[in-house]
């Protein structure tokens, strides 16, 4: 699926990605993405650990992701709007 953003200058290509590794993993498996998989599948594509970590930041903050609440102490990632 290809994510197309509304507001071009509101996110960058990292952050683009992000979202796409987000958005197909939660049509896949039905789940929110675990932090760990959401990092490890962009440095497949690679892309840095800290530049995901700080997209991912950006993205929470922008409003297209959000914290998925779980009962295991695991951190996973939802989305909240498509670009």
Same mark, same amino acid.
């Given at each position: 699926?290809?994510?197309?953003?509304?507001?071009?200058?509101?996110?960058?290509?990292?952050? *683009?990605?992000?979202? $796409?590794?987000?958005?197909?993993?939660?049509?896949? $498996?039905?789940?929110?993405?675990?932090?760990?998989?959401?990092?490890?599948?962009? $440095?497949?594509? @690679? =892309?840095?650990?800290? =530049?995901? *970590?700080?997209? *991912?930041?950006?993205?929470?903050?922008? @409003?297209? *992701?959000?914290?998925?609440?779980?009962?295991?102490?695991? =951190?996973?990632?939802?989305?909240?709007? @498509?670009?």
């Amino acid at each position: 699926m290809k994510i197309i953003a509304t507001n071009i200058r509101d996110i960058n290509k990292v952050q *683009i990605s992000v979202m $796409e590794v987000v958005s197909d993993w939660a049509r896949q $498996e039905d789940h929110p993405i675990p932090r760990k998989k959401l990092i490890s599948n962009m $440095e497949i594509r @690679g =892309t840095n650990q800290f =530049t995901v *970590i700080n997209a *991912i930041r950006s993205l929470i903050k922008k @409003g297209y *992701i959000r914290r998925a609440v779980n009962m295991s102490n695991t =951190t996973a990632y939802v989305q909240l709007r @498509g670009l």
